[in-house]
C-alpha cells in the first residue's frame, strides 16, 4: 500500500518541482529588466520635463495648468506603454514630444526678444495640441499621410528641429553669463558626468539647480503649494494662425524626430512595432490631454532603446518588461509633477531654458549633423535651419512652418534646374 501511495505521490512531486523550476526560469535574469525600465523612466523623465513646463508656461500656461499638463501626460504615456508593451509582447515605450515641447519654449523665447510669437495665448496653443494629436491619429488611419511624412528628405526635417532647438540652447550660454550662482553649477555637473555617466549629466544637473534653489533666499517663500497635481481644463480655441505655426509644426517635428525616429530604433533591435494601431492610440490620447495642458505623445526615440537593447535582457521577447515596468513608473512620476513644476516656477526663467537647453544639447548636435551631412541638401537645409531659428513671424505664421517651406522650395527648384540640364 505504501508503495502504491509513494509510486503515486512522486508524480505530484515532480510536477510541483517542475513548476517551481519554470517559475524560477520565468524570472530568472530579470532584474536588469526592471532595472532598464526603471533607468528608461528615471533619464526620460528628469532630462526633459524642464523642457515640458517651459513650453507650457512659454505659451501662457499657469503654475497649475502646466503641472496638470504634466500630470496628464505622464499617466497617459504610462498607461500607452503599458497597454501596446502586454498586448504584444515588445518594449514599446511612449514619451512626450520633447521637440513639441522645445517649439512652445522657442515661440516664447521668440516673443520675449521680438514682442510678439507664433501663439496667441495659451488656449490657442490647447486648439494647437488637440489638431496635432488628430493628425498624428489621422496618419495612423492613412498609409498616404505615412509616407508623405517619410517623404520629406531628413536634412530638412532635422534642420527644422536644429533651428527650434537652437534658441533654446543659446539659453544656456546667457543663463551661464546672467546667472552664474545658479547656473554654473548645474553646467559644471553636466560637464563632469557628461564624460563618465553621459545618461545621468542632464539629471543630475537639473538636480544640481534644484539644489540651488531649495538653498535660494529669494527662492524659499515661492515652493509652498500641494504637493499632488490638480487636474485643470480649458476649453481649446482653434485660431487659424495659430494652427498654422503651431499645430503643423508641433505635428511634424513629432511625427520626423519622435514617431520616425521610434520606429527606426526598434527596427533596429529587430522588432516590427505596430506602427498604425500606436499612432492611432497615442493621437486619441493626445487629443483627450489636449484640454488638461497635455501636449502630444509618441513613439520613444532615444529612450526607446534603454527598454529595447540586448542591456535590457538578452531575450528579445522578456524585454517587453522594461517598457511595462517604464510605464508604470512614469505614472507614478506624474504624481510628482505639481512639486517640480512648483520648483521650476520659482526659478528665473532663463535658468529653466538654460537646463533646458543642455537636456537639448544633444539632440541639437545629431539634428545639425543629420541636416548638413547630405551635399545635395546642404544649402536648402541650412536656410531651413536659419529661416526656422530666425524666430520670423509672418501673417500671423511662425518661423518653423516657414523654414520647411522655404527648405522644400529650394529642393524644389533644385531639382527642376537639374531635369533642365
Given amino acids: 500500500m505504501s508503495s502504491i501511495e509513494s509510486s503515486e505521490a512522486a508524480p505530484s512531486s515532480i510536477v510541483g518541482t517542475e513548476e517551481e523550476a519554470a517559475d524560477r526560469g520565468r524570472f530568472a535574469g530579470l532584474g536588469p529588466t526592471f532595472g532598464a525600465g526603471v533607468v528608461t523612466a528615471l533619464v526620460g523623465f528628469s532630462s526633459s520635463f524642464a523642457v515640458v513646463i517651459a513650453g507650457l508656461r512659454a505659451v501662457g500656461a499657469t503654475e497649475h495648468q502646466a503641472a496638470s499638463g504634466l500630470f496628464t501626460i505622464c499617466v497617459l504615456m504610462g498607461a500607452a506603454a503599458i497597454v501596446f508593451s502586454v498586448r504584444h509582447r515588445m518594449p514599446i ?45 489621422v496618419t495612423g488611419f492613412s498609409r498616404t499621410l505615412t509616407r508623405w511624412i517619410a517623404a520629406i528628405p531628413a536634412p530638412i526635417s532635422a534642420a527644422m528641429l536644429a533651428g527650434v532647438i537652437a534658441p533654446i540652447c543659446l539659453e544656456s550660454a546667457q ?49 509652498s503649494g500641494g504637493l499632488l497635481p490638480t487636474l485643470t481644463t480649458v476649453a481649446p480655441r482653434f485660431d487659424l494662425g495659430t494652427l498654422i505655426s503651431l499645430a503643423i509644426p508641433l505635428y511634424l517635428v513629432t511625427m520626423a524626430s519622435q514617431n520616425l525616429a521610434g520606429i527606426a530604433v526598434m527596427r533596429s533591435y529587430g522588432y516590427e512595432p505596430p506602427i498604425r494601431e500606436v499612432l492611432m492610440g497615442t493621437g486619441t490620447a493626445s487629443i483627450l490631454a489636449a484640454p488638461f495642458g497635455g501636449i502630444p505623445i509618441n513613439f520613444a526615440a532615444i529612450t526607446a532603446a534603454l527598454a529595447a537593447s540586448p542591456d535590457s535582457h538578452r531575450d528579445p521577447r522578456r524585454r517587453w518588461i522594461a517598457a511595462t515596468t517604464a510605464g508604470g513608473l512614469y505614472v507614478v512620476l506624474g504624481l510628482g509633477a505639481a512639486t517640480a513644476t512648483a520648483l521650476l516656477i520659482a526659478a528665473p526663467p532663463l535658468l529653466i531654458e538654460g537646463v ?31 529661416t526656422t531659428a530666425s524666430g520670423i513671424t509672418v501673417a500671423g505664421v511662425g518661423a518653423p512652418f516657414w523654414g520647411l517651406l522655404v527648405g522644400l522650395g529650394l529642393l524644389a527648384v533644385s531639382a527642376s534646374q537639374r531635369q533642365k540640364r
Fill in 93 to 137: 515605450s511612449i514619451a512626450w514630444s520633447t521637440p513639441g515641447a522645445a517649439l512652445l519654449v522657442s515661440v516664447g523665447v521668440g516673443r520675449t526678444h521680438s514682442g510678439h510669437g507664433g501663439a496667441a495665448g495659451y488656449r490657442e496653443a490647447v486648439g494647437a495640441f488637440a489638431l496635432a494629436g488628430l493628425l498624428i491619429a
Fill in 356 to 386: 533646458a537647453g543642455l537636456a537639448l544639447l544633444p539632440a541639437l548636435g545629431g539634428a545639425l549633423t543629420t541636416a548638413l551631412s547630405d551635399t545635395r541638401h546642404r544649402e536648402a537645409a541650412t536656410a531651413t535651419f536659419v
Fill in 175 to 223: 543663463a551661464a553669463v546672467h546667472l552664474p550662482r545658479l547656473a554654473l553649477p548645474a553646467v559644471a555637473v553636466w560637464v563632469v558626468l557628461g564624460r563618465f555617466a553621459k545618461r545621468w549629466a542632464v539629471p543630475a544637473a537639473l538636480a544640481a539647480a534644484f539644489i540651488g534653489l531649495v538653498l535660494d533666499p529669494s527662492t524659499r517663500g515661492h515652493l
